[in-house]
């Protein structure tokens, strides 16, 4: 039973385009995600995170919008740049109860951002 | 430097080993992870610590055994290694329960 769902495998973007990374989550206990970026042969680095009581968060090129209505986060990379060009994932979390602060990550969506 | 280091980097062993994979944070964080990555399952949790001497388990924790005597520390043994636990490893750790975790660089683990 996924809880977190990142339905689409890979993504290709022109680069200075906008790239749109979804993530579906089944949890309603679910209340702060987290994006992370991969590189091959490297750990995963935090980009950006957001808690259910805000709908957005910005850190400079990177967006995250929450959805929690439809259980939906997406992250926008505004403008995309081939340095880009990774696995992201995305991960969810309770603030409560004996899960609180284990994180459950999507699959993984491999980016592409070509020159 | 510090950071969170992770060794080996990669591992070969036979079913049947004993293998412990090792995890080292200098930044004194309380918080402790470790991960398994497998090809469409993204990373689940194996078993986590909050401090010195507290552990518990994760997602899938069956045939996995932790320790966590230093606070600096927090090794992951496979007491008898199967070919199913062939997957890539990642230790993480955390200040706080609900912050970012900051991961090493994994272990790639190949049980013949």
């Known amino acids: 039973d996924q809880q977190v769902k990142q339905n689409s495998p890979s993504l290709s973007v022109q680069e200075g385009r906008i790239s749109i990374l979804n993530c579906d989550y089944t949890?309603?206990?679910?209340?702060?995600f987290l994006w992370y970026k991969k590189y091959p042969a490297e750990g995963p680095t935090f980009l950006i995170s957001i808690s259910s009581i805000k709908d957005k968060n910005e850190d400079g090129r990177f967006t995250v919008f929450l959805n929690k209505s439809a259980k939906h986060l997406s992250l926008h990379i505004v403008p995309s740049q081939p340095g880009d060009s990774a696995v992201y994932f995305c991960?969810?979390?309770?603030?409560?109860?004996?899960?609180?602060?284990?994180?459950?990550f999507g699959q993984g969506t491999i980016l592409t951002v070509h020159p | 430097d510090a950071g969170i280091t992770q060794s080996p980097r990669y591992k070969i062993t036979e079913t049947g080993r004993q293998v412990t994979l090792m995890c080292h944070q200098t930044w004194s964080h309380s918080y402790m992870f470790w991960y398994r990555q497998d090809l469409g399952h993204g990373l689940r949790l194996i078993y986590y610590?909050?401090?010195?001497?507290?552990?518990d388990k994760g997602e899938v924790p069956d045939g996995y055994v932790v320790s966590r005597s230093k606070t600096e520390n927090f090794p992951l043994t496979l007491e008898s290694a199967t070919r199913s636990q062939t997957s890539v490893y990642f230790c993480?750790?955390?200040?706080?329960?609900?912050?970012?975790?900051?991961f090493g660089d994994g272990t790639r683990l190949s049980i013949l």
């Open positions: 949890n309603s206990m679910f209340d702060y």
């Open positions: 610590s909050a401090a010195a001497d507290i552990t």
């Open positions: 991960a969810a979390s309770p603030n409560r109860g004996t899960s609180y602060g284990k994180l459950t």
């Open positions: 993480a750790s955390s200040p706080r329960r609900n912050q970012p975790q900051h």
